[in-house]
């Protein structure tokens, strides 16, 4: 069972930026229940998330396919997007 102390520990350890696994061993608890302890931290005190947002993750994977490809994106991106009709 998880006392205030021990989430306190946690939240110091989450914010300082320790990975999950890490803060695990520390308590020697399964990954499983270090998530659920945090989940239920997040429910009674400020523990941010600290998942990088969606959109952030898309853009830079878009850069960096961009510079590992030699391939036009740019001519592809026109193609794929322009109205194709027949003479």
């Known amino acids: 069972m998880m006392t205030e102390d021990d989430a306190q ?3 110091e350890m989450h914010k ?3 990975a999950i696994p890490s803060i695990a061993n520390e308590f020697g ?3 499983v229940t270090i998530k659920r302890w945090i989940a239920n931290i997040r429910r009674t005190h ?3 998330y600290r998942k ?3 959109q952030k993750v898309r ?3 878009v850069e960096h396919d961009e510079s ?3 391939w036009n994106l740019k001519l592809a991106r026109e ?3 322009r109205e194709w009709r027949a003479a």
């Open 9 to 11: 520990k946690i939240i």
């Open 29 to 31: 608890v399964s990954l």
């Open 79 to 81: 193609y794929i997007t």
């Open 59 to 61: 853009m830079d994977r």
């Open 68 to 70: 590992q490809t030699s």
């Open 46 to 48: 400020d523990l941010p």
């Open 16 to 18: 300082a930026g320790a």
């Open 52 to 54: 990088k947002s969606t």
